[in-house]
């Protein structure tokens, strides 16, 4: 199961970090997915981290804002987001696939076999 959380409200130029809790399978043995979605829009992958590996792929609209790493401790995935822009405003989820996706997969949101439960995050102007 993932749990995600960490959503909220801050003002263009803040920052928020999300923490995707899993439970039932280690994260350093899946591939690991944040996506979010606005209203009226289809969801989107944002930020990635394959099983076995550190480098983390992204998409241009959150490069050089937003980070995702790995707790193998915690058992947890977190994504830093920083500069955060009102078009950031959405529900965010995380999503796991087990083992390695190839980067044409990452994107799929039928490449994954578990999701957690939305955490809002909404920006203002």
């Known amino acids: 199961q993932l749990q995600a959380s960490g959503g909220g409200w801050v003002q263009d130029g803040g920052s928020l970090r999300l923490t995707c809790t899993v439970s039932g399978f280690r994260v350093d043995d899946s591939t690991i997915g944040w996506f979010r979605q606005s209203p009226g829009k289809e969801r989107e992958g944002i930020s990635f981290l394959r099983k076995g590996e550190s480098r983390t792929v992204n998409a241009d609209s959150v490069k050089g804002r937003f980070t995702i790493s790995r707790d193998n401790a915690k058992n947890t995935v977190r994504l830093q987001m920083n500069r955060l822009q009102p078009e950031d405003t959405a529900a965010y989820f995380c999503?796991?696939?087990?083992?390695?996706?190839?980067?044409?997969?990452?994107?799929?949101?039928?490449?994954?076999?578990?999701w957690g439960q939305g955490t809002l995050v909404t920006v203002s102007s």
């Open positions: 999503a796991a696939a087990k083992g390695r996706l190839i980067t044409s997969r990452l994107w799929a949101i039928d490449s994954y076999d578990y």
